[in-house]
C-alpha cells in the first residue's frame, strides 16, 4: 500500500461491515486498498473492489495478485456497482465500504491538478477523460461558476470569486491549478476565522462538480441498497458537510426517521417501509491518536447503517 496514503477510521470501518468467513464485500473507493486489505486480512472473504481511477486500478494489481482469488478489481464508478456486479454474477453482497473525496494520491500529485499546493495542470478528473476543472472555469458563465462555488464548497464570497475568474479569462484563460489559486485568494482575501488557505472551499467545489461528486453519491447510496444482503452493512465515510449530510438524509429516509410533516401539509399518500436500521446515530469521528498520525483526518464522519429488507432501491 501507498506509503503516503493511511486510510481514515480505518479500524472502525472494517469493525462495522464485520467480515466473516466466506463474506462478499465491495470496496467501492479502492484507493490504495486499505480498506480492501484489512478486510481481507481479518477474514477469509472475498472483496470486490471498484474504483473510477485508471491509476488506482494499475497501481492495485500487486494487491489483487497477492489475495488472488478472494480480490477482484473493477474500473468503474461506485454508483454503477449494482451493474458491475451483476456483469461479475453477483446478486448480492454483505458489506459496502464507501471513502468518499480525493485520495491522498490524488491529492499529493501535482499532475492530477486537485491541489492548490503545488502548481499543475487545472484537470482535476478522476477517471483521466471527460471536461477538465479547466474547462469549466474557462467555459462556464459567471452565474453557473458563482452556483457551482456556494452549492459545493459553500463559499460566501461566490459571486466575487466567479467575477474575477470571468475577468481575468478575458485577458488569458486558466491553465494551472496555481493560476486559479492566485485569483480566488485575491477575491476571497483572508480570514481572520478561517486558518484554512482561501482557495480551499472552490477548489472543493470545482472538484466536486468536475466528478459530479453528490450525483455519483447519490447513486451509490441507492445503488448499495440494491446489492446490500438482508444484515449486510453499509459504511461511509465523508470529509465535508454536504457529503455527510446527504448520507445521514439517506440512511434517516430509508430506516423510517423522517421528520414527522407539517399538520397543515397535505397527507402523504404511504409511507414506505424502512429498508434500513440505523447504527450510527451519530457520526464516528477520528480519535485523539488518529489525528496526531494523520491529521487530514480531521473532517472524517463515518455513518454506519444496516440493511433490514429490500424495497427497491428507488433514489
Known amino acids: 500500500m501507498n506509503a503516503r496514503h493511511i486510510p481514515v477510521l480505518l479500524n472502525e470501518v472494517v469493525d462495522a461491515l464485520q467480515p466473516r468467513d466466506g463474506g462478499r464485500y465491495v470496496d467501492g473507493t479502492f484507493g490504495a486498498g486499505g480498506y480492501t486489505t484489512a478486510m481481507l486480512d481479518r477474514a477469509q472473504c472475498e472483496v470486490i473492489a471498484i474504483d473510477r481511477d485508471p491509476d488506482a486500478i494499475a497501481a492495485g494489481r500487486e494487491i489483487a495478485r497477492r489475495y488472488a482469488p478472494r480480490l477482484r478489481l473493477i ?18 453482497v454483505d458489506g459496502v465500504a464507501l471513502d468518499l473525496g480525493v485520495s491522498s494520491m490524488q491529492f499529493d500529485q501535482a499532475g492530477r491538478g486537485f491541489s492548490f499546493r503545488g502548481d499543475g495542470p487545472l484537470d482535476m478528473r478522476m477517471e483521466k477523460s471527460g471536461p477538465s476543472a479547466a474547462d469549466l472555469v474557462n467555459g462556464a458563465d459567471e452565474r453557473e461558476l458563482a452556483d457551482i462555488f456556494w452549492r459545493y464548497g459553500e463559499e460566501r464570497r461566490s459571486r466575487r470569486v466567479a467575477h474575477a475568474i470571468v475577468e481575468r479569462r478575458r485577458e488569458k484563460k486558466f491553465e494551472t491549478t ?66 455527510d449530510r446527504a448520507v445521514k438524509e439517506f440512511v434517516r429516509a430509508r430506516s423510517g426517521r423522517t421528520p414527522a410533516p407539517s399538520r397543515h401539509a397535505p397527507p402523504r399518500e404511504k409511507t414506505p417501509a424502512a429498508s434500513f436500521s440505523e447504527i450510527t446515530r451519530r457520526p464516528v469521528v477520528p480519535g485523539e491518536a488518529e489525528l496526531a498520525a494523520n491529521p487530514r483526518a480531521r473532517s472524517a464522519r463515518l455513518r ?12
Open 178 to 243: 496555481g493560476e486559479l489559486a492566485e485569483i480566488v485568494r485575491r477575491a476571497v482575501g483572508p480570514s481572520a476565522k478561517d486558518e484554512s488557505d482561501p482557495a480551499t472551499r472552490s477548489f472543493q467545489a470545482l472538484r466536486i462538480a468536475v466528478n459530479d461528486e453528490m450525483g455519483e453519491l447519490e447513486r451509490g447510496l441507492a445503488a448499495a441498497e440494491r446489492v446490500l444482503a438482508p444484515g449486510g452493512r453499509l459504511a461511509v465515510v465523508s470529509f465535508h458537510s454536504l457529503e
Open 304 to 315: 454506519v447503517a444496516e440493511k433490514i429488507s429490500f424495497q427497491g432501491g428507488a433514489a
Open 75 to 92: 474500473e468503474g464508478r461506485f454508483g454503477d456497482m449494482a451493474e458491475l456486479l451483476s456483469a461479475e454474477k453477483i446478486d448480492e
